[in-house]
């Protein structure tokens, strides 16, 4: 098995607050990994301590094979890391000022130095995958928000990334445009992309995620196949947890 | 008391061509100051949002020094100061073109920070994870877009800039008002000359507050 990410006693705090608590977790190729929680549990400062966007204070983290130092020490292997690692913002995070088809083509050519014409059939093509090949040249505000966050995978997908970061990438959409993104994430995992999603969306945790994982105050309390943590879970808190999001 | 004035047109007529000499020197020093405070304005204000505190302390204390000080003094501390620790006189016009620029530049500072500040915590997260660098992710992401909200705030401090080049008369340029100044000592018709200077003044300034708004309506069109 290859490890993608790996933890091991991971601690992040906050000021005085401990958000994440001796965090082990690691991801294999291939596997989607989806983290759930209330909100405030950790959960997303978890997969952002992955790409760097969170400096982590103690214990061990490793990106395809790169290692990252507490504290934002080692900034070479945090710029390879974030080379491979795409993400996906629950507020999108589009570039206002940049037509869509240049928020796709941007990093390939800022970061890798991708000719403009290859960068721009390959924005093309994503822009086809994910469904919004006729908005090409439109400003991100012009598009819907379900839109403009299938954008926002394409311009992740565009570095040819090994592994994807989804934080609550459906939570700032209307309910009816929630499937259209859900859609493209699948779409993607059935492709064998490697994927660490959180997200609120159980139904999809359920049917996509090869492994589920609750959060509890900055713990792991459970993780396992999502029918065992869903049907079974041995946790109380867990429990609690799911009873509670999973009544209506 | 009775005032027996009559706004004499003829003699507003006449200084026209005399003032109209002073356009090019109000214009120079002007633009020619806020170009070079434009280039002040980015280097300081970037520098004072720096997370490095020797960086950051002399930005601030620039600013601090040049918002905190009439531009007066500024100007009077150039021409008349300046010279005695360089050895040697500076001209009129250098030295307004001095004041303006470090003066503006102190503001445009201010400009350059808010822009830069206001602008949304997310685009910089989606260019680093985008493997962007902090430099790459700053000029292409973050700038062009605090750059558009600066349009504003700049054009109302090259307005103010424009009218403080009229205390340079103090020292001598040939701007508006000194050309108003010495037309006057020959002619003794103030009210006419000086609402000649001032409808002068009012015509540069509506005339860029006039592009400003295109420029501006422009670059918000695509946003």
Known sequence: MTHIVQMKGMNKYFGKLHVLKDIDLSVEQGEVVVIIGASGSGKSTLIRCVNGLEEFESGHLEVEGQKLAPKGGNQEALSNIRKEVGMVFQQFNLFPHLTVKKNIMLAPQKVKNTPQTVANATAERLLERVGIGSQADKYPTHLSGGQQQRVAIARALAMEPRLMLFDEPTSALDPEMIGEVLDVMRELAREGMTMMVVTHEMGFAREVADRVIYIHEGQIVEQGKPDDVFDNPQNERTQAFLSRVLAH | ?223
């Open chain 2, 1 to 223: 008391m009775d005032s027996q004035f009559q706004f004499d047109w003829q003699a507003a007529i006449n200084s026209i061509p005399f003032l109209i000499k002073g356009i090019p020197y109000t214009l120079l020093i002007s633009f020619g100051g806020l170009m070079i405070g434009f280039a002040l304005g980015i280097i300081f204000g970037l520098l004072s949002i720096n997370k490095k505190w020797f960086l950051r302390w002399p930005a601030t204390a620039y600013i601090e020094i040049f918002r905190g000080t009439p531009i007066l003094v500024q100007v009077l501390f150039i021409f008349y100061g300046l010279p005695d620790l360089i050895g040697g006189p500076i001209d009129p016009l250098t030295a307004g073109i001095a004041a303006i620029a470090l003066n503006s530049g102190a503001y445009i500072s201010e400009v350059v920070r808010g822009g830069v500040q206001s602008i949304d915590k997310g685009q910089s997260e989606a260019g680093l994870s985008l493997g962007l660098s902090r430099t790459q992710t700053f000029w292409s992401i973050i700038w062009p877009q605090a750059f558009r909200r600066m349009i504003p705030p700049l054009g109302n401090q090259a307005i103010v800039s424009i009218k403080d080049t009229s205390l340079f008369s103090v020292i001598g340029v040939g701007e508006l008002v000194r050309q108003g100044q010495v037309y006057i000592a020959s002619t003794f018709t103030a009210f006419e000359v000086y609402f000649v200077v001032a409808i002068m003044y009012l015509a540069i300034t509506l005339s860029l507050s006039l592009i400003l708004r295109l420029v501006e309506r422009r670059g918000l069109a695509s946003v």
